[in-house]
């Protein structure tokens, strides 16, 4: 590697890695995580002392039933068995709950303080005792009884190609859950290293360091240095990342809201997530370069913004298709979309894990990417040269289209 490079891509990174805004931009997140996630695990952990206690009245075969059904009604059945007693135990708030069984009607009496209690499970309980009581009465048998009460199960499964089938509403949720996230973390690291990357040019060319840095290096050097030591910055950023993600599956590993997400996206394998994580590193290439090609027209940070903003709503129009995919995913639109540089990174990957893509497909798209990194990159070179040194009054998206034109 030319030396003028290496020392460029070094301070580059450097610089922007010791910042104070650079570990506010990654912990942020962390710290935001840990939070809600202590938040959630404090409330799953007391969930455990709030089974609402119910004291049954009446049919005491109706009462044997629920004592022996505590745990999927999750109630706590009370010992109490005189409804005089009940009623003041639910008045001094020492039980949630009255059921109160009489023939064929039952009436459940709470007070405002009361712990949530499952009353569809307490009718769905109720309404096969009586089933079965009819049934009895009708002079069916055990079999006939227990045919007639057993409820209808309807079981969503999604076919795949493989000959494999899945959890029809454990995919359909892990299928969402991966186009936000995919969608988000693109569309936030994106913005974040692009406003980096601009800033940083903005602030040498209105600081007219950038004289005293050319005549060290070359253009192409100064090009080439800034956008790999900002795409290492972002690198490192997801490494954080994936090690906090490690540690904090560890110590929640048998927290039962994480074995529940961890169902759900069962799907997702091993080799999907590097996919993805590629994908998402050569999306931020490609937008780094398209960014470092528009930044290079500003003349000072008040067009920061200004230059930003297009490589925003660029990354914004990804997201938004991840959305309308997922609910039409064999639209011809959306298929062709799907393999578009600066769009495919919040696209082609959900397509792939809902098995709407095969992997050559996925591959494929993986690849024309990265080409245009690589094409884009040569070709934004020569217009950063150009500009690096120009200070115009002309609108920046005017002079890009002109310098385009020039080109050709």
Do not use: C
């Not at 009607?105 to 309404?127: D, R």
């Not at 690291?189 to 005293?212: D, G």
Request: no cysteine; hydrophobic share 50%; glycine share 6%.
């Amino acid at each position: 590697m030319n030396n003028g490079l290496a020392i460029v891509i070094k301070q580059t990174y450097r610089t922007h890695f010791k910042s104070r805004g650079y570990w506010l931009l990654v912990l942020s997140p962390i710290i935001f995580a840990v939070v809600i996630g202590g938040i959630i695990f404090g409330i799953t952990q007391m969930q455990g002392n709030t089974t609402p206690t119910v004291a049954v009245i009446g049919n005491p075969q109706v009462r044997k039933v629920f004592k022996a059904d505590e745990k999927s009604l999750d109630i706590k059945v009370s010992k109490i068995t005189d409804s005089k007693a009940a009623n003041k135990a639910l008045t001094a708030t020492d039980i949630d709950g009255v059921l109160t069984i009489d023939a064929d009607n039952a009436t459940l009496t709470t007070q405002p303080k009361s712990n949530t209690i499952n009353k569809e499970a307490i009718v769905s309980v109720l309404g096969n005792l009586s089933r079965s009581q009819k049934a009895s009465e009708y002079g069916l048998t055990t079999e006939q009884t227990q045919a007639l009460i057993k409820p209808f199960n309807l079981k969503s499964v999604v076919q795949q190609t493989n000959s494999q089938s899945t959890d029809g509403d454990n995919s359909d949720m892990a299928n969402y859950g991966i186009a936000v996230a995919i969608g988000i973390v693109t569309t936030m690291i994106v913005m974040w290293y692009a406003s980096m990357i601009a800033t940083e040019i903005a602030n040498e060319k209105s600081s007219r360091i950038m004289e005293t840095l050319l005549a060290a290096t070359s253009a192409s050097i100064q090009y080439f240095g800034k956008m790999i030591g900002i795409f290492a910055l972002a690198v490192t950023h997801l490494i954080i990342y994936i090690i906090a993600g490690t540690i904090g599956y560890f110590f929640l590993q048998n927290n039962a809201l994480l074995s529940g997400i961890k169902q759900t996206f069962s799907n997702v394998t091993i080799g999907f997530a590097i996919y993805a994580v590629l994908f998402i590193l050569v999306a931020v290439a490609l937008y780094l370069v398209l960014t470092a090609m528009i930044a290079s027209l500003i003349n000072d940070n008040a067009q920061v913004q200004q230059a930003v903003q297009p490589i925003t709503i660029l990354a914004m129009i990804g997201y938004m298709f991840s959305f309308v995919m997922t609910n039409m995913p064999n639209n011809i639109v959306i298929k062709v979309v799907s393999y578009v540089p600066f769009i495919s990174q919040s696209m082609m990957p959900v397509r792939l894990v809902t098995k709407v893509e095969t992997w050559p497909a996925a591959i494929v798209a993986l690849i024309i990417s990265l080409v245009s990194v690589i094409a884009l990159a040569w070709f934004g070179k020569r217009i950063y040269a150009k500009n690096v040194l120009s200070y115009s009054d002309d609108k920046i998206m005017s002079q890009l289209i002109k310098n385009i034109k020039d080109r050709h």
